[in-house]
């Protein structure tokens, strides 16, 4: 099972700032191991945010996005107490999502 | 002030909705990972840009893209980008080096600020850029980043 | 406008950025690496190696199912905040000086009751192989920041240790001839454009002792002292250094004392 | 005495039995091997120490006078200048095994050539910003020095056996201790020397 994520989200002003360290080695399926195979390629595809039901951002993600990747956005209409949820899904079928509440 | 950190991103931690959804054609599916977007696919910058319908696009001062001038390392290289465009949809992250030019592409609902922060790899000293739809058109900044060499058995 | 313009944009760029490089280049690349370290800010995947070693420092396991909790890091049973900073030290249960890794395999084996192979059977991760030691360091030594440093050296064999750690730091061997000296002795020097420490002095020892272990960019993941050291060796082109052994723990101590005072800042994230 | 016999007589004192009287443990070697592992090429043969290795670090790398200057006298005799006299090979050659790291590190492949790696430690070229300081820096070498007989057989000594000039360097012997062969030797020679290379420009 996928590691959890670590998700801030603070108010910043009417913005919620959101800042978001995902555990995902992110191969590129170029890279070769010590004994010189190569590691098939295994990265995030999409990452999607949802707050009351409305998506706050969504993105499409290639291999070239570094290792544990980090993610920092900010959006209006939240608020202290309010969920977000974020949701990634990689190339070998696995996803993960996470859920925090709005400081 | 660090402790309530802790117990935060602790409590973040418990609070982690897992749903790892491997389907049980997993290992055929890690064997064939080949990615079929052709943005993800294009070996040069036109042909990305292309693939997600940019053919057309100006530099505009209006876009802040922020990455170092050296990485000591290209394996993570920060990128944040704001857009003081009007009117901006998405904006999508290129590496004009990489073997895949195309590294990400954001979109910007209303409501969601025209800013995205993320760490790239970034292959070789090369341009980055950020390309932004807005509805008056595409629009880009770039930036060079020198990839250096470190290390003493590198 | 078509693609072109954005060519020459960037050449326009480049040249620009060329011509503002200065003679005095040194300076400025130097300045530009902080630039570069400065923009990760707080945001350290170190933390996702402290959320599952949080995870498994609670969770009962092994044949006796029983969390780390009442682990003795040298500061009585289950205490963590500053333990760190106050290793490598004496253990009476075990008669010997052990670091924080050496120690963790202690617990699991003996309090949880988990095999030492399968303790032992991924000492550093790699990817989607993780180590679960490297997790729990991490989050062991996270609530040792601000902590600082004291290593007293009360017991003889402490003294021993050091001792034996200062004579491995000066011993040069192997094709190169390298010593952990010939990089480390030395300030103000540097590896490419990476300033090495001068582990010789309090300055020196404390920069670098206070920033492991560190989550590497290079290579996405987060390394303890243990990893650094057998590093180190593999760069001076020697054998591998076993885990845990009392060179591993001499060098270790010896780089601790010298650091004595620091304020601890680890995990930190680092090239 | 005069200074040879002085000299002599300090020998024989430094010999290996003098070393282990002066060393408060004298199995630091014993005591590494038991903490290290052979992995792949890189054995526990290679903590054992050469005279030179010894010495050096009896004094941590400073040592006195006299032992400096027989340091200085054994290394030299190892000296093997190029088989056909031509110390100058080809510089883009050289600068290849100046910027590459890799080599008998037990994750290289024994298969590639190693690297001298001089970049780590030396400014060269000066367009190259990523250059170490624990040496000095080499940067218009060629065009500082020329290129007298005497000046290219002091280069090729110091790249051969840093220890034939620089006692207990930190610097490795290259060619004494077969990390470079004597072609990459000629073409890192070259890289300093010639005046198309880019470390004169």
């Known amino acids: 099972m996928p590691d959890p994520m670590r998700i801030r989200a603070v108010m910043m002003g009417d913005l919620v700032d959101v800042k978001i360290l995902m555990s995902h080695v992110m191969e590129t399926g170029q890279r070769k191991n010590a004994d010189g195979d190569l590691v098939p390629a295994h990265y995030i595809t999409e990452v999607s945010a949802t707050c009351k039901d409305k998506t706050v951002m969504s993105a499409a993600w290639g291999p070239s996005v570094a290792k544990n990747p980090y993610f920092s956005f900010r959006f209006k209409g939240g608020a202290k107490g309010d969920k977000l949820s974020i949701t990634w899904k990689d190339t070998a079928g696995g996803t993960r999502t996470d859920e925090v509440t709005i400081n | 002030m660090k402790k309530t950190r802790r117990d935060f991103l602790s409590l973040t931690g ?64 920060p990128v944040e980008v ?25 979109m910007i609902p209303e409501g969601t600020e025209a800013f995205v922060a993320t760490r790239l790899k970034v292959a070789e000293t090369s341009n980055v850029f950020a390309v932004v739809k807005t509805d008056a058109g595409v629009f880009h900044a770039a930036k060079v980043v020198k990839v250096t060499l470190g290390g003493c058995g590198g | 406008m078509a693609a072109p313009s954005l060519f020459s944009t960037v050449i326009a760029a480049c040249l620009a950025a060329m011509t503002a490089l200065p003679a005095g280049a040194e300076q400025t690349s130097e300045e530009a690496i902080a630039e570069y370290h400065a923009m990760f800010g ?31 890091l040298g500061k009585g049973p289950g205490v963590i905040a500053g333990a760190y900073a106050e290793l490598p030290r004496w253990f009476e249960d075990t008669g010997k000086v052990q670091d924080l890794e050496s120690r963790l395999v202690t617990c699991m084996t003996t309090l949880q009751g988990l095999p030492e192979s399968e303790v032992l059977a991924i000492k550093f991760g790699d990817g989607e192989q993780k180590s679960d030691l490297e997790a729990v360091t991490a989050y062991v030594v996270a ?35 390298f010593a952990c000296a010939t990089c480390h002795s030395e300030s103000g020097k540097r590896i490419r454009l990476q300033t090495l420490p001068q582990l010789t002095t309090p300055e020196g020892a404390q920069a670098a002792y206070t920033r492991w272990p560190a989550y590497r960019v290079s290579q996405g993941e987060l390394r303890t002292m243990e990893w650094r050291l057998q590093d180190c060796f593999r760069q001076q082109r020697l054998p591998q250094l076993k885990y845990g052994s009392d060179v591993a723990i001499g060098l270790t101590l010896y780089l601790a004392r010298n650091a004595n005072g620091g304020e601890m800042v680890a995990p930190s994230i680092k090239r | 005495m005069n200074s040879s016999l002085r000299v002599a007589a300090l020998l024989l004192c430094m010999g290996p039995l003098a070393s282990a009287l002066a060393d408060p443990a004298p199995d630091l070697t014993a005591t590494l091997k038991a903490a290290f592992e052979d992995k792949r090429q890189a054995t526990l043969d290679r903590l054992d120490q050469d005279e030179t290795q010894k010495l050096c670090t009896q004094y941590r790398d400073q040592p006195p006078a006299e032992v400096a200057q027989e340091i200085a006298k054994m290394n030299l005799a190892t000296v093997k200048p190029p088989a056909d006299g031509k110390y100058l090979g080809d510089w883009k050659a050289g600068e290849v095994v100046a910027s590459t790291g890799t080599g008998l590190q037990w994750n290289d492949d024994p298969a590639k050539p190693n690297g001298g790696n ?62 470079l062969t004597e072609q990459q030797i000629k073409d890192v020679m070259a890289y300093l020397f010639d005046a198309a290379s880019p470390v004169n420009q």
């Open chain 3, 42 to 72: 707080d945001e350290n995947p170190a933390e996702l190696w402290q959320l599952r070693g949080e995870e498994l420092w609670k969770t009962p396991r092994g044949s006796r199912q029983v969390s780390l909790e009442t682990c003795d």
């Open chain 3, 143 to 177: 609530a040792s920041r601000g902590s600082r440093i004291s290593l007293p050296l009360d017991h003889p064999a402490e003294k021993a240790a050091y001792a034996l750690g200062e004579r491995v730091f000066f011993y040069r061997a192997g094709p190169h001839d």
């Open chain 4, 118 to 179: 001089c970049y780590a430690c030396h400014e060269l070229a000066p367009a190259e910003m990523a250059y170490g300081t624990l040496g000095p820096s080499l940067k218009h070498y060629g065009k500082l020095r020329g290129q007298d007989p005497a000046v290219l057989a002091y280069a090729w000594s110091m790249i051969y056996n840093s220890s034939s000039y620089a006692p207990c360097s930190n610097m490795p012997r290259f060619g004494h201790r077969g990390i």
């Open chain 2, 82 to 106: 704001t857009s003081k465009l009007p009117g901006t949809r998405s904006i999508a992250l290129l590496v004009e080096k990489n073997p895949h030019q195309m590294s990400a592409e954001f």
């Open chain 2, 14 to 77: 418990r609070l982690g909705l897992a749903a790892a959804a491997l389907t049980s054609g997993l290992f055929s599916r890690i064997a064939m990972a080949v990615d079929t977007r052709p943005a993800f696919e294009a070996t040069s910058l036109k042909d990305a840009l292309a693939s997600i319908g940019v053919t057309e696009h100006q530099a505009s001062a209006e876009i802040i893209l922020k990455a170092p001038d050296i990485a000591e390392n290209g394996a993570v290289v």
